[in-house]
């Protein structure tokens, strides 16, 4: 998907939602656990209930990987349910030396087609220069997380740099290497203000923004200094949608909570 | 597999060689090109050649996602096919927040179980934190990788730390977070020299030292600086042993070169 067909999506429906499906399998509907495909039942549901509220899911491989061969099977088959109109990422964090990066830009646009992989800074910039090189594919690479871990190391500054801290010189670095058109960041949403200096540092990109809901980020703070001319946003929504309710009526919740976001959205974009 | 245990193996074989099964299916032998189960074939011909040199075998997850739903599957077989005897790592560079790290540990240590894992500390503690967890298992955190883009981040002088660089930090602040009887670190073996700064640092952990081979590192460098009276090194070798012939000799060709590492590392730890 391009940087325009996304915009347009934003635009049409007054949204720049994520659905993030982190399919946990122990957190699934009482009436749904212990049956076959419960998790690819559970996902067709929350995406015929939440598509017309959102314009993105994520989905997180972890919880796929975690239940084996089975879970990859399930993950490929939620990913050919989301319409053509949504734009999919794989929340994989991967990254590598060059040849073994190929290996999973390969994986998460081919194998699978997604559009968009997260992907980690640590290892520089072989390790993100493989996933930049497919056409109409997206790099998410982590900036600045929302976990309490973020401060540890991303948030340490840097000597002969005026104060810079590390995750800054992430979002520089990186940007010397793909364009607005290709790459985007993961900006975690529980320190809001942080996102008014994260755009000043790189206005035009895009960001995933993980951490509203369930994390306790404030939507209307993270679009306040977020949103620029083209939206340039990815708010994430995972288990404040997908479990709003345990109950049979997981779906209508899911529904609910999903309009609700994209009712408070389409007041900041306008 | 404990500390000690892999301590007795490296003893006993005089080896602490571990053999990188990044296979890529596009560098197979010609005569296996094609067939069912080729990957399957090679990794097993490959283990059994090379079994009696090495005390460790490292699946580079990457090439088997890229293979899809057979990609995983093999790489569960190989890994079964692997003798108990020797260490097993998945390296597969993963790290996210608490939740997601957990659906992580379960997959590379009770779904497919792997001796050790390897993680990535962009995220921090709790990023790294549920693969601790584990029992007589092991974390492997980057640390110093020996790729070009290396450069980009883990080399980078903090404030106010006396020049300290970042991955320094990482290894500093990582220790806290374990022991020496489960977590090892990822130090590259481009710049030997670099290796007995950092035994100065972390003089007790196990190193996986990637890069020797086909990367261009000096196993007697690396041997020189970073052995410790436990031997203290997993020094890696993955194209330069499983590729070492891409004709119907293979696995001699690979028997031959672990066979070299041994007698080499056997010099080196008398």
């Known amino acids: 998907m391009t940087r325009q067909q996304l915009i347009d999506q934003i635009t049409k429906k007054g949204s720049y939602l994520c659905v993030g499906l982190d399919t946990d399998i122990e957190k699934l509907p009482a009436h749904l656990k212990g049956q076959p495909d419960a998790v690819l039942t559970f996902n067709k549901a929350i995406i015929d209930a939440t598509k017309d509220h959102c314009v993105s899911y994520k989905i997180n491989t972890a919880f796929y990987e975690s239940q084996g061969l089975k879970g990859w099977e399930i993950m490929a088959e939620t990913l050919a349910y989301i319409p053509d109109t949504h734009f999919t990422i794989a929340d994989a964090k991967r990254g590598d030396i060059g040849n073994t990066s ?42 600045l997380t929302s976990n ?108 609910k909570m999903a309009q609700e976001y994209q009712t408070e959205m389409s007041i900041y974009l306008s």
Not at 120 to 134: I, N, Q, W
Not at 226 to 234: E, F, S, T
Not at 241 to 251: C, K, L, Q, R, T
Request: hydrophobic share 40%; proline share 5%; charged share 20%.
């Open 102 to 143: 190929a290996q999973y830009a390969k994986t998460f646009f081919e194998v699978l087609p997604f559009d968009a992989v997260t992907v980690a800074p640590y290892m520089g910039e072989d390790s993100v220069r493989p996933f930049l090189e497919y056409k109409d594919k997206w790099t998410i690479v982590l900036g």
């Open 148 to 255: 309490a871990g973020s401060f540890n190391f991303q948030r340490l500054p840097l000597e002969h740099k005026n104060g810079k801290q590390l995750y800054e010189q992430v979002l520089q670095t990186t940007c010397e290497w793909g364009t607005p058109e290709n790459l985007m960041f993961v900006v975690g949403a529980t320190r809001a203000s942080d996102l008014e200096y994260i755009r000043s540092i790189i206005p035009d990109h895009f960001l995933l923004v993980p951490g509203v809901g369930a994390q306790g980020g404030s939507l209307e703070e993270v679009s306040k200094y977020g949103l620029n001319k083209d939206a340039g946003l990815l708010v994430n929504a995972s288990r404040a949608v997908i479990f709003a309710s345990s109950g049979e009526d997981y779906a209508a919740a899911a529904k």
